[in-house]
């Protein structure tokens, strides 16, 4: 995936949403049931960052704040997951992807970045038939560039409690590829 460092993406957003942007919308959504912890709070500062560049308005960001929340029904359903799914060698990206982030320790954006280069060389992919079934799985749909943003605050959201849990890419991956089977 082509993700620039987070740091960059917090550098200049083209809107300027906050926490409380991001907390708001998780609250009206029923993902954040109480006043959100420090933990949370901090989380919804990082999201706002990474996603501020890519959303347009609330309705964008709301938008963004969702994929966090996904359900693999909701995913399995949809007929564009299907046709990703059914593209050469998706299910064989699937499988190595789990394999890659069972093995990793902390994923956070240098180590996405390992994982994508080990994929690239070992399964000799690129496009859309590497990064697509990588987005899909983890972020809930194939999208482009921006999904990559999400991604990279996966682990981060699956270490708070929220009212409804988010998943480790780690779990996301073994998850996705679970339903398949």
């Known amino acids: 995936m082509h993700s ?4 960059e993406a917090s550098a200049s957003p083209a ?44 309705a964008a960001l709301a938008s963004c704040s969702g994929w ?3 359900t ?3 995913i ?17 990206v699937l499988r190595e992807l789990h394999c890659c982030f069972w093995m990793a320790r902390a994923v956070k954006f240098r180590e996405i970045q390992r994982i994508i280069t080990r994929l690239k060389e070992g399964l000799d ?12 799985a983890l972020a809930g749909r194939a999208g482009e560039g921006e999904l ?11 270490g708070l409690s929220f009212a409804v849990a988010v998943k480790s890419c780690e779990r996301e991956s073994w998850s996705f590829g679970a339903a398949l089977d």
Not at 148 to 158: C, K, S, Y
């Open 15 to 58: 809107n300027s949403f906050t926490a409380g942007d991001v907390s708001a919308i998780l609250r009206e959504h029923g993902w954040l049931s109480a006043d959100p912890t420090p933990e949370q709070i901090s989380w919804c500062e990082h999201a706002a960052a990474i996603l501020s560049g890519h959303a347009a308005d609330g």
């Open 125 to 136: 992919l690129r496009g859309r038939e590497l990064f697509h079934p990588i987005r899909l």
């Open 68 to 70: 966090f929340f996904i």
């Open 4 to 7: 620039p460092d987070p740091s």
């Open 76 to 92: 399995i359903s949809k007929v564009e997951s299907h046709v990703v799914l059914s593209r050469y060698a998706a299910r064989g």
């Open 148 to 158: 990559d943003r999400v991604i990279l605050l996966l682990d981060e959201a699956a």
């Open 72 to 74: 693999m029904h909701g």
